[in-house]
């Protein structure tokens, strides 16, 4: 048991563009959220699709390959770890939000490397 740790793979479509923030220190962050479907059939037999949304936090090189190569719509594949936090909203209201800190990514859609005759990895 001792190797198991916060580990998440997930697999999904971008809902938006991601939205990527340049420090002066050169850090760079990257946000956008991820769809994942589950498909299932219920008791009368009928196929039901759950969506989930996640959101996703890169940094670092990540964050300025996410930037140039993904777009609202793409599939990817990442692997990170599940990070909560907390923050006040303009209302004075304390709110919790979880996401996912990615640590690898890949992209599905070859199409758009091989149109930009570029490689991202």
Request: aromatic share 8%; no cysteine; hydrophobic share 30%.
């Amino acid at each position: 048991m001792s190797t198991l740790r916060n580990r998440v793979v997930l697999i999904g479509h971008l809902g938006q563009t991601p939205e990527t923030k340049h420090f002066e220190s050169g850090k760079s962050l990257s946000k956008f959220s991820i769809a994942t479907n589950e498909t299932y059939k219920n008791d009368k037999g009928e196929q039901v699709t759950e969506t989930q949304w996640h959101n996703l936090v890169l940094w670092g090189a990540l964050a300025k390959t996410a930037e140039k190569y993904l777009d609202k719509g793409k599939e990817v594949i990442v692997e990170g770890k599940l990070q909560t936090r907390n923050y006040t909203d303009k209302e004075g209201v304390k709110r919790y939000i979880t996401e996912v800190q990615v640590s690898d990514l890949v992209l599905m859609s070859p199409k758009t490397v091989a149109e930009k005759n570029e490689v991202p990895f």
